[in-house]
């Protein structure tokens, strides 16, 4: 049977809760959008932040910041939830499905699936 855990180098809180979209634009700060990429190491990851419709994960090495919107569920991507992983793999993937639990009873609310991740670096 496999685990689940939450995000944020395993554990998402309400640390994490949902930021206002102008937050998106401290997190990201002066850095410069890449080419998208399908996977990023789960075990690089330092901070994960959601902002609505989204997620934001700040890797531990390199300065990089990884925008992920979910091409389903990310409606439902705000404060007072967390999200839940399999953490049998290494690596967060586009397509891969991201359980959204309700951040007080974590009743599941709904299910996200990852889109791209766009990296931010500085340029």
Same mark, same amino acid.
Do not use: Q, W
């Given at each position: 049977?496999r685990r689940?855990t *939450?995000?944020? %180098?395993?554990?998402l809180?309400? !640390? /994490?809760?949902?930021l206002?979209v102008?937050?998106?634009?401290?997190?990201?700060?002066d850095?410069? /959008?890449? /080419?998208? $990429? /399908?996977r990023?190491?789960?075990?690089?990851?330092?901070? $994960? *932040?959601?902002?609505? =419709?989204? &997620?934001?994960?700040?890797?531990?090495?390199?300065?990089?910041?990884?925008?992920?919107?979910?091409? *389903? =569920? +990310?409606g439902? &991507?705000h =404060?007072g939830? $967390?999200?839940? &992983?399999?953490? !049998?793999y290494p690596?967060?993937?586009r397509? @891969?499905?991201v359980? $959204?639990l309700? @951040?007080?009873?974590? %009743? *599941?609310? !709904?299910? +996200?699936?990852?889109?791209?991740? &766009?990296?931010y670096r500085?340029?």
């Amino acid at each position: 049977m496999r685990r689940t855990t *939450a995000l944020a %180098a395993l554990l998402l809180s309400s !640390a /994490a809760a949902a930021l206002p979209v102008d937050r998106l634009d401290r997190l990201v700060g002066d850095r410069v /959008a890449g /080419a998208a $990429v /399908a996977r990023i190491d789960r075990l690089d990851i330092d901070t $994960v *932040a959601l902002v609505p =419709g989204g &997620i934001v994960y700040t890797m531990k090495t390199g300065g990089v910041v990884y925008l992920n919107r979910p091409t *389903a =569920g +990310a409606g439902f &991507i705000h =404060g007072g939830v $967390v999200l839940a &992983i399999d953490d !049998a793999y290494p690596r967060l993937c586009r397509d @891969e499905p991201v359980r $959204v639990l309700n @951040e007080n009873s974590r %009743a *599941a609310v !709904a299910t +996200a699936t990852l889109g791209d991740f &766009i990296p931010y670096r500085r340029p």
